[in-house]
């Protein structure tokens, strides 16, 4: 017998003491070492069963203030586990008979004690057995309905008990409102600090959202970043979005973590029932679409859903779809903007802006189509698309004679941080005989500030093989001039944000004049776009601007209607100025 299960604590409800010391002289014969208790009357027995844990139970059934099946009631009453064995002279075999199917776990009768030691590590064991498969079905439990990490609610969980507060407030008619609360940025403090840094910031917001709630409500985590609040039984919206200020309230304070103080914003949304729906899955979904419309403008912001967010939404999966069937029925054509020199109004390149056809519907703008494409990752094979349909396109101008000009092409974000960009610039400038003077590629400061190391090697490679680098929109992203000495394009791309109100706004102006000059002494070109106007076209020459495009010198256009204009544009550069 193992050591361990030879020290044992028995509660004895025996009214004779000298009985009770035969049963421990017995079980001390077979080896165990005991601590007891000995009670006989009903209350004392429920205070020795509440005050401390017993591994054991033996019971006399006749005693004068109870017999035993009372003893054996009050036990199970209590709801413990514990084995129950009886221990009598006087006991039936109908009495045991009938008590073990109540629930005791054997009889021993006390003239012949010799089966108590046997029993009693019989019903130890299984007791041990039975505890561990109930442990571990607990545990299973908890696993199935529960996140490990912050002990909050899953969605299994939390979405059994929406589904039950629906119920619930159908039948008195009151309102349910869910919430979903999505950290804005999260992404990054795991890039930073580390896995276990996010973690630990994930378990303080559980805290924080707990304390900010109050029963009857839930709080649940569904993903990384992503937790859902039930409030059953909701007096009014604004009582919905009162505990939303207060979400965000809460997380609005720093959070102190391995010595630094970070900062965490969210976008938070909520559903009502049964106004916006009356079952679970849907409320889940419009609270989801409520936050991913705030998170969309910007974030550290709560916003209540309206039907036409479900509108949207399913515009924007027709959308997705439709631009997957566009790439491969190859519905995209690429446009061109010429872009002149100030100079001597020379040609020196165009920028090639995409354009969608869709065959029932007509134009898609870009504002439409880029953010999502943006947002789906289909900006990685569409951006592909439109480098080597411009280096196709530069190739045929190069065969028909043009010299040189630069086909600039914009780069996302996304696509700027793959690995092997450089690499694919490269090779299509090889597969299609050009010089790297014939290629631009325009980036945005929010490439350089999403991964500075990352997008530094890559700008670095490409600038080895003499491939122009614009940094386009300056000025209205975080403008911080020290990425300019580091990242050392070849072009500022002033915004047009700038140059539409330059004859009024002074401030514009002198904005666009701090540009030209900051970029002639870092030794940079400057190019405007927008330019719409003559006094905006000649504002910039004044100011020395290197390059301009605008409607003032083309529109974007086909491929097939830029020998034309060109033809024209050449004509008539004697007489410019306009």
């Known amino acids: 017998m193992d050591s361990n299960k030879l020290h044992i604590t028995a509660l004895v409800v025996e009214d004779v003491e000298d009985d009770m010391l035969l049963l421990l002289q017995e079980l001390r014969r077979g080896g165990y070492r005991l601590q007891c208790e000995r009670v006989d009357t009903p209350e004392a027995l429920r205070k020795q069963l509440t005050s401390r844990k017993w591994d054991i139970v033996f019971c006399d059934y ?62 130890l064991d299984d007791a041990k057995a039975r505890h561990e498969r109930r442990a571990a079905e607990l545990r299973l439990q ?80 569904f993903s990384a970043d992503e937790f859902f609040i039930l409030l059953p039984n909701i007096g009014s919206r604004q009582a919905v979005v009162k505990l939303m200020e207060n979400i965000l309230y809460s997380l609005e304070r720093p959070f102190n973590l391995q010595g630094c103080r970070l900062y965490l914003n969210a976008s938070v949304g909520m559903t009502l029932s049964p106004q916006d729906g009356n079952d679970a899955q849907t409320l889940l979904r419009n609270a989801d679409i409520a936050t991913c419309r705030v998170k969309d403008k910007g974030g550290k912001n709560y916003g209540m859903y309206t039907p036409d967010m479900t509108v949207r939404l399913e515009e924007l999966m027709e959308l997705e779809q439709a631009m997957r069937r566009a790439l491969h029925n190859q519905e995209f054509q690429l446009y061109y903007q010429p872009q002149v020199s100030l ?83 490269l090779t299509l400038l090889q597969e299609y005989e050009l010089e790297p003077s014939w290629l631009e590629l325009e980036i945005t400061e929010s490439v350089i500030m999403q991964d500075t190391a990352a997008a530094l090697t890559t700008l670095n490679r490409l600038k080895q093989h003499q ?39 002074q401030d514009d102006a002198t904005i666009i004049s ?37 409607y003032l010198i083309g529109r974007p256009m086909p491929a097939e209607q830029f020998d034309a204009w060109l033809e024209q544009w050449q004509a008539a550069c004697p007489n410019i100025p306009v």
């Not at 109870?66 to 054996?72: E, F, S, T, Y």
């Not at 970029?519 to 910039?540: P, S």
């Open 62 to 123: 006749s005693m004068p203030q109870m017999n035993g099946r009372q003893a054996l009631d009050i036990v199970r009453s209590i709801d413990l586990d514990v084995p129950f064995i009886f221990v009598s002279g006087s006991i039936g075999e109908d009495i045991a008979v009938e008590a073990m199917r109540t629930g005791a776990q054997d009889y021993i009768m006390k003239h012949n004690l010799k089966r108590l030691t046997p029993a009693v590590c019989r019903e």
């Open 142 to 221: 908890f696993l199935t309905h529960y996140d490990q990490l912050t002990q909050l609610p899953n969605r299994v969980l939390f979405q059994s008990k929406l589904s039950e507060s629906l119920q619930l407030c159908e039948a008195i008619q009151a309102m349910t409102a869910v919430v979903c609360v999505n950290l804005d940025k999260f992404k990054n403090i795991n890039d930073s600090l580390g896995y276990d840094a996010g973690d630990l910031v994930l378990q303080e917001v559980a805290c924080r959202l707990k304390n900010v709630l109050s029963p009857p409500s839930v709080v649940a985590r």
């Open 343 to 425: 100079r001597d109004n020379k040609l020196i390149g165009v920028e090639a802006l995409i354009r969608w056809h869709r065959p029932a519907q007509g134009m898609v703008s870009p504002g439409d189509f880029i953010p999502l494409a943006e947002e789906t990752g289909l900006i990685i094979p569409l951006g592909e698309w439109v480098l080597r349909q411009a280096c196709i396109q530069a190739c045929r101008w190069k065969q028909a004679g043009h010299p040189a000009f630069r086909v600039a092409v914009n780069i996302s974000p996304l696509q700027f941080r793959q690995q092997a960009l450089a690499e694919q610039v």
């Open 467 to 505: 491939v122009h680098v614009s940094l386009d929109d300056f000025g209205t992203g975080y403008s911080s001039l020290s990425y300019l000495k580091h990242f050392k394009v070849d072009m500022i791309k002033v915004d047009q944000a700038f140059v539409k109100d330059v004859s009024q706004d």
């Open 514 to 550: 701090a540009i030209i000059a900051m970029a002639g002494k870092l030794g940079m070109k400057v190019i405007a776009e927008g330019v719409e106007t003559q006094h905006q076209y000649d504002f910039l020459r004044e100011e020395g601007c290197d390059y301009i495009q605008g």
